[in-house]
């Protein structure tokens, strides 16, 4: 059995991530030992040379990738070996070569193509009719100056009977399919034409019924280099051929690739000193031979290869537009401290309403009719202004699903209404419900509400997205949110899988107060699951609050190395130790006495804010590399600990900026070409970023309209939730479309 060395992983992932070998080495050996990627990104610093999750996360797939691949070449020179192709050493080490030099799984591949037992194909019909001997003399009687009578001659020798071969014309096509087929399996063939129609070739669609209307018209005679085409246009591409509409191909120069592969596969050897002419018998069929070499054996493996290529790209980018601005939702800032009015608009149906307190607690439900086909507007507005005086309600928080505009309409009239008679104003912000369906259908929320119906359901999920987005949108099946492109198109494996990654790394970021929090956010604290998660709640809802972190060592199968992992990103607020309401792993806790004692302070200066400031002061007058040689703690985690104490209650997501809150409704009718508008961005793809201004449906921002200089991609100039000011450039109120622009110093507000 021929066993290739184990290659240095390490050294080729921290070329391709531009890091040391010794980060990527450390990293690799946490993983193995079990360790998450929070965990090690905040609490593994020095380790790693503070390597971040994205960079870890980069780490453990290429470290995945080159064991795959290092698995599979094993595996095919296994099957090389049981097929007795590595009997002949001379073979044996040419092959343990290529295979050991290959870069990718296709690279393999195409090595192991020609020894892969193969359906019945037209050569190896030829070959069982003993036409291989002619093959080969056809390849060589260039050299032989032979005319067609010769080779008919020959040719001759092969008919049999016995063998089907009946005639010469059938012995030749015989020997012409044997030719093909080994031109189209040697590999650094296959290698160079594939890099060539990556570099050269062309996408073309087209459409199937010209004539047929639909969104997909841009593409019914459209062609882009294989190079150049963006990920979006192979996803909608892929779509519309799925849908019918679209037929969609590859093309590239067969003229050169014929070429190559005459020159490659052909005149070789003895040959190459002849070079047959192409209007001689021999080389008209030799040129044959390798032109149905492409089209028929090499094109279309190639073509299917680089569209598979292609859309593993665009899914790939995808998911992480996706994932970014997920992220960027969920770290949304909370609204803390207010009673909020949700409201889940409809038409039929009507307007569900939900008021929760300041801790999200359900106060009262209901339901008004203020839209058609009832239009009961004064009870609707009686009943709001009711809600809105008893539970001294701060905020409103409306849907942007169905009839949402109609019911922001009657929301801002019941404002005013609300101002006139007793003078304060209740702004309200338009909240986006994507997935609160899906989370009111849930098993969860039929727990956690059972006396409610669906819609009653969804009204208090809106309610608590807008006081704290991340405890919300974990209760939702990422996929649900709304905030990417052609989600449905791509490995649903692989997007849960990203996906999930994004929340995890949101809620490890801010961190759980383990009293309050449910066991969907709890379940994506590292180190715990669903069943871990629940058992933690149900713990607390038998026993009372946790008072400490040591309790939690006691929840049922929570063992000591899954604590490790998440304790650190476990809150105790009022608890018996102040350090446990701050990201300072309990591992840490020592570090923390001694810089109490090199200063002589007692371990209640970290409860007193203003003697804290003082002590932390004190702390930092030295440099962190003194106090680390003195308390023996590294200089990273000795920073995160002087940030943590400096500021124990502040959350990551207090830097972001806050909603937009109204008081009026804005029509699109209303608007002018060049007004300024203010907005929230809802969603970035590639195109360009959705922004809400306060209208029924989103403008979009052209990429082009982004900036004053150019942008590669709108995520280099916007996020998920960041508040702009735009110019109106286009007002359709036909089509509803609003196109904006973010171009030119907008130093005015609106």
């Not at 609300?418 to 209740?426: M, Y």
């Amino acid at each position: 059995m021929f066993e290739l060395p184990v290659p240095d992983h390490v050294r080729k992932i921290a070329a391709a991530l531009n890091v040391g070998a010794n980060q990527v080495r450390a990293a690799i050996r946490l993983l193995d030992e079990g360790n998450t990627i929070p965990f090690i990104a905040r609490y593994r610093k020095e380790m790693t040379g503070e390597l971040d999750e994205n960079q870890l996360r980069k780490i453990a797939g290429l470290y995945e990738s080159e064991r795959n691949l290092h698995g599979r070449k094993q595996d095919v020179l296994r099957l090389l070996t049981e097929q007795g192709v590595m009997a002949d050493e001379a073979a044996a080490a040419r092959l343990v070569g290529d295979i050991a030099a290959a870069g990718t799984l296709a690279e393999v591949d195409d090595i192991y193509r020609p020894y892969r037992p193969k359906r019945r194909t037209r050569a190896s019909i030829a070959k069982d009719r003993g036409l291989e001997p002619l093959a080969l003399w056809m390849r060589q009687a260039g050299n032989r100056g032979l005319d067609k009578a010769q080779v008919w001659a020959f040719a001759a020798l092969f008919v049999s009977e016995d063998t089907g071969v009946t005639t010469e014309e059938d012995a030749l096509q015989g020997a012409a399919d044997i030719i093909a087929e080994e031109a189209a399996d040697d590999a650094p063939t296959r290698r160079w034409i594939r890099m060539a129609t990556w570099r050269d070739g062309v996408v073309r669609s087209s459409a199937v019924q010209a004539a047929a209307e639909s969104v997909y018209e841009a593409y019914y005679d459209y062609a882009e280099r294989v190079a150049k085409i963006p990920p979006h246009r192979v996803l909608a591409m892929n779509r519309g051929e799925r849908e019918g509409f679209l037929r969609v191909s590859i093309s590239a120069s067969q003229d050169i690739f014929v070429r190559y592969l005459t020159e490659r596969c052909v005149w070789t050897g003895d040959v190459a000193k002849s070079r047959p002419h192409l209007d001689s018998f021999v080389g008209a069929f030799l040129e044959d031979a390798v032109t149905d070499a492409y089209r028929r054996l090499l094109a279309p493996a190639i073509e299917r290869e680089i569209r598979a290529s292609l859309t593993e790209r665009a899914e790939e980018h995808a998911i992480h537009i996706f994932g970014e601005n997920l992220s960027n939702l969920l770290m949304q800032p909370p609204i803390r401290g207010k009673t909020v009015l949700g409201v889940d608009p409809a038409y039929r149906t009507g307007c569900k309403l939900a008021v929760v307190d300041d801790t999200g607690k359900l106060l009262e439900v209901g339901v008004i009719y203020p839209t058609p086909p009832q239009s009961k507007v004064e009870a609707a507005q009686r009943e709001v202004l009711r809600l809105l005086g008893q539970y001294d309600v701060e905020l409103i928080a409306i849907g942007n699903g169905t009839a949402s505009r109609e019911t922001e309409a009657f929301i801002a009239k019941c404002v005013g209404a609300c101002r006139e008679e007793t003078g304060k104003a209740v702004p309200y912000a338009m909240v986006s419900e994507a997935g609160a369906s899906v989370y009111s259908a849930s098993p969860l929320a039929g727990v956690e509400f059972p006396e409610l119906d669906v819609a009653e359901r969804s009204a208090v999920s809106i309610a608590r997205r807008i006081q704290d987005p991340l405890a919300e949108l974990v209760k939702i099946d990422p996929k649900a949110v709304g905030v990417g492109q052609y989600q449905h198109d791509v490995s649903q494996k692989r997007l849960d899988e990203t996906l999930a990654a994004v929340v995890e790394t949101a809620v490890n970021r801010v961190g759980v107060d383990v009293n309050t929090a449910s066991a969907s956010l709890l379940s994506y604290v590292a180190g715990l699951n669903r069943t871990v998660a629940r058992n933690m709640v149900d713990f607390r809802e038998k026993n009372g609050r946790y008072r400490n972190r040591r309790a939690l060592a006691h929840v049922p199968r929570l063992g000591p190395k899954t604590l490790e992992q998440c304790v650190g990103f476990l809150r105790v607020t009022d608890g018996d130790e102040a350090l446990d309401a701050t990201p300072i792993h309990p591992e840490s806790y020592g570090a923390v006495a001694s810089l109490l004692q090199r200063t002589g302070s007692a371990k209640s200066v970290i409860r007193d804010p203003r003697e804290r400031q003082e002590w932390i002061r004190q702390l930092r007058s030295v440099s962190v590399e003194t106090l680390s040689a003195q308390t023996g703690v590294g200089a990273p985690t000795l920073r995160d600990i002087l940030d943590a104490l400096e500021r124990p209650g502040r959350d990551v997501r207090d830097n972001a900026p806050a909603p937009v809150l109204r008081t009026d409704v804005l029509k699109l009718e209303e608007l002018e070409v060049g007004a300024l508008l203010t907005g929230t961005v809802r969603n970035v793809v590639d195109f360009g970023a959705f922004v809400d201004v306060g209208l029924k449906h989103d403008g979009l921002v052209h990429v082009s309209e982004l900036s004053d200089r150019f942008v590669k991609h709108p995520m280099d100039v916007v996020s998920v939730g960041d508040i702009v000011t735009v110019r109106v450039l286009q007002v359709d109120a036909q089509r509803q479309r609003l196109g904006l622009s973010m171009k030119t110093a907008l130093a005015e507000r609106p």
